[in-house]
């Protein structure tokens, strides 16, 4: 059913005049995926009978009730984009909303500590702490649980034997050495068993744990109270005298024979299960046992069954249950609102210090493996000064917002650029230059191509079909032409008037002498040192480009931000926001700024040692260092990104997804080259803005390809898996091409 627009109201093909079916974010209905975001989105659209004064507040009148009007300036598409946005408080709604705001970086994880019992029960068991006694979840014997003893279980249970052996040939540690024995049992498969204290009477096992089966009918009223019947009257053990734990000399054997030995293969269980990720409740429990359990006087710890608890007369505190060694849902679990995943790659970061600065002789590591963890330790420093970025502005006004993530939103990639043009000044190797060259090509190309690509794709085959607001992504559209018409000028000036100058050329005349003269030529390069054309011609031209550029980007922050901010149709709903004032924010301003300013030094260093390093990866035969650049260099730094726009595109919300390349693509031509420009024209490191054809074509032809993409509003995987084959083919073109001058 079709809305009935006049031909002079509205020039829009019979595709846009069909509303679109009616979808609702599956986010609103998930609790696993609710957890991660509480960005709703709702349909602004109007019925088709609705009256004129309804759809005249979306501008967009149908022709039987308003023949008055001579343009529609909404499109169905673009009704249906409004959305509302609900969070938990209003730093969280100031976060989502400078998600949409040009210029503004896209952050998905939250800012803001959720309230515990508002989440999901599966998240909860993701950071409950083992000593909560549940009914049996399922069955035991699974393929996680299986996995753990050949992973874990029987060295941490051998460990245990062994260290219990050795408290007994000692005699004064025998209780912790029956202690170890039971301890060695409970490790080989602690799944379904409970490690309890045992203390004072408190109350009945079943009162914790009502799973138990404990029968409590037919009660007699001569029975105890706490005692179901029929089960027998049993007495409580009488409380003996016991020697304080600090006065036994079992205590200091145990402490100077058996607890460091088990301290140590704790670390090393907790370490690698916290590494694997998946693993972490086998992580909990390493740790939890390390610190609590083992430092319990032995005859107070006990471990059990539920079946076996159910008879017993007094009370326990449960110290450890654990029933799955593997939880698949802790790719969500964060740490101080950083991503495990993150969080697990930090380490990198010193490692990389270490042994970059300390081993200078390559003792140790050779130059690609310190390249390697250099350039992997950006990672994670991408991500904090992310999360930083988000958390500043979100607790700012959009002014303040707009000027940190200009300052730092492209930090990482700018550290490493500048560091590389330096050290290829200090060496004179032109080929750092052309690398860079190739680095910001690279990530202008995964930007426009395969972020938005491989978002298209997975959103593709999650939810069918998804509909973006063509008007916003036609401001990033338009930028990017700009953008790349800009960086690219001066590449055009010199072809059209610049002469080629080539090192080597060979006669190679066939046939006659009548015949014209032909030469084959071998790193042809265009002259920049003829005065007349490059000193006067072209560096002004880069001069006057690297000036307009930001003023178009400001000016594109101004139109999105203030004048036009009503293109992105996104309203703050009153329900969730008003009720939460008292937000407990992950980072404060001033830790913000702190851990931005850590994370900028980390990463200049590492960025130092990856261009000290970087010579072996570009001596690789075969391999053309184009490639290396617009791969590795380009799109290591920016995979952070990568998973934030998958993120936004698993939820429905491919708008997002599309910015977040759009929003890069244009930092770099817009600020990122300018940026480098200036700190060449300060101090000369011979950065020319000249590129070669490669570059050039590839850029253009990305750009107008992603254009027509975006024309229609809407996106499936068929759209992403063009995208990403084009990408495909361009990579190909840069793995062939020879390499480039000075290389």
């Avoid at 005049?17 to 991660?36: C, G, I, N, V």
């Avoid at 004064?53 to 984009?81: F, N, R, V, Y």
């Avoid at 998905?108 to 979840?137: A, G």
Wanted: aromatic share 12%.
């Amino acid at each position: 059913m079709s809305l009935p627009f006049t031909q002079s109201s509205c020039d829009t093909s019979s595709r846009r005049r069909k509303p679109a079916e009616h979808t609702q974010d599956p986010l609103l209905e998930h609790d696993l995926q609710s957890d991660e975001s509480h960005e709703h989105v709702h349909d602004q659209s109007q019925p088709v009978s609705s009256t004129c004064h309804a759809l005249c507040t979306t501008k967009c009148i149908p022709a039987h009730a308003c023949s008055g009007h001579s343009a529609c300036d909404d499109t169905w598409e673009e009704i249906q984009s409004k959305r509302t946005i609900r969070a938990e408080n209003e730093v969280e709604a100031n976060k989502l909303v400078n998600n949409y705001r040009f210029g503004f970086r896209k952050w998905k994880s939250h800012v803001t500590e959720r309230p515990f019992e508002v989440r999901s029960e599966v998240v909860k068991e993701l950071y409950s702490e083992l000593n909560i006694i549940k009914p049996q979840p399922g069955r035991l014997i699974t393929c996680g649980n299986v996995l753990y003893v050949f992973l874990f279980g029987w060295w941490v249970s051998l460990a245990y034997f062994l260290v219990g052996l050795l408290m007994f040939i000692t005699v004064t540690g025998v209780p912790y050495g029956k202690l170890c024995w039971k301890l060695s049992c409970y490790f080989m498969w602690p799944f379904g068993k409970t490690i309890h204290e045992i203390g004072n009477t408190l109350r009945r096992c079943c009162e914790r744990a009502p799973d138990c089966e404990c029968n409590i009918d037919n009660v007699d009223e001569n029975c105890p109270v706490l005692l179901p019947s029929p089960t027998e009257v049993m007495e409580i053990p009488e409380q003996r005298p016991i020697t304080p734990i600090w006065h036994r000399i079992s205590t200091y054997v145990w402490l100077l024979l058996g607890y460091p030995p088990m301290v140590v293969i704790h670390s090393l269980a907790c370490f690698f299960s916290w590494i694997l990720i998946f693993t972490i409740p086998v992580s909990k429990m390493n740790a939890r046992t390390m610190t609590v359990i083992l430092l319990l006087p032995p005859e107070d710890v006990s471990v059990s069954s539920c079946l076996r608890r159910k008879n017993q007369s007094y009370e326990t505190r449960a110290l450890l249950c654990c029933y799955h060694a593997v939880n698949w849902y802790y790719y969500k679990y964060t740490v101080d609102g950083i991503n495990v995943f993150a969080v697990n790659l930090l380490p990198l970061v010193i490692v990389a210090i270490v042994i970059g600065y300390i081993d200078k002789d390559n003792q140790y590591a050779g130059s690609a493996v310190k390249f390697a963890i250099a350039l992997s330790s950006m990672i994670p420093l991408s991500y904090y000064i992310g999360m930083g970025i988000a958390s500043i502005s979100a607790q700012s006004n959009f002014a303040v917002g707009a000027v940190v993530n200009a300052t730092f939103g492209s930090i990482t990639e700018l550290t490493f650029y500048i560091t590389a043009l330096l050290r290829s000044h200090q060496e004179s190797n032109t080929c750092l230059q052309e690398v860079v060259k190739a680095a910001l090509t690279g990530t202008l190309l995964g930007c426009i191509l395969f972020i938005p690509g491989i978002c298209m794709i997975i959103g593709g085959l999650r939810h069918s079909e998804q509909r973006f607001n063509s008007r916003s992504t036609g401001v990033s559209s338009a930028l990017l032409f700009i953008s790349v018409g800009g960086v690219f000028a001066p590449t055009l000036f010199s072809k059209a008037y610049g002469s080629l100058v080539c090192d080597a050329c060979t006669n190679y005349t066939a046939g006659n002498a009548m015949s014209s003269v032909q030469f084959v030529c071998h790193n042809c390069h265009y002259d920049l040192n003829n005065g007349t054309l490059f000193h006067s011609h072209v560096q002004p031209l880069v001069y006057s480009v690297c000036v307009l550029l930001p003023v178009a980007y400001i000016i594109g922050l101004i139109f999105t931000l203030k004048t036009h901010s009503h293109i992105y149709n996104i309203h703050v709903g009153g329900g969730q926001v008003s009720g939460q004032h008292g937000a407990v924010v992950h980072w404060s301003r001033w830790r913000s700024l702190i851990i931005l300013i850590m994370a900028t030094v980390l990463t200049s260093a590492c960025a130092d040692l990856a261009t000290e390093h970087i010579q072996p990866i570009l001596n690789q035969p075969n391999i053309s260092q184009y490639f290396i650049g617009v791969t590795v260099l380009a799109m290591v730094p920016e995979i952070p990104e990568i998973v934030n726009g998958i993120q936004f595109a698993l939820q429905n919300n491919i708008s997002l997804s599309l910015e977040v390349g759009s929003c890069i693509a244009v930092q770099v031509c817009m600020l990122q080259i300018p940026i480098l420009v200036l700190f060449n024209a300060f101090y000369d490191v011979g950065f020319v803005l000249l590129f070669s054809d490669l570059h050039l074509w590839a850029s253009i032809f990305s750009v107008i390809v992603v254009n027509y993409i975006f024309m229609d509003g809407k996106s499936d995987y068929f759209q992403g898996t063009a995208l990403v084959v084009v990408y495909l083919i361009l990579l190909a073109l840069y793995y062939f091409a020879p390499y480039p001058a000075g290389c």
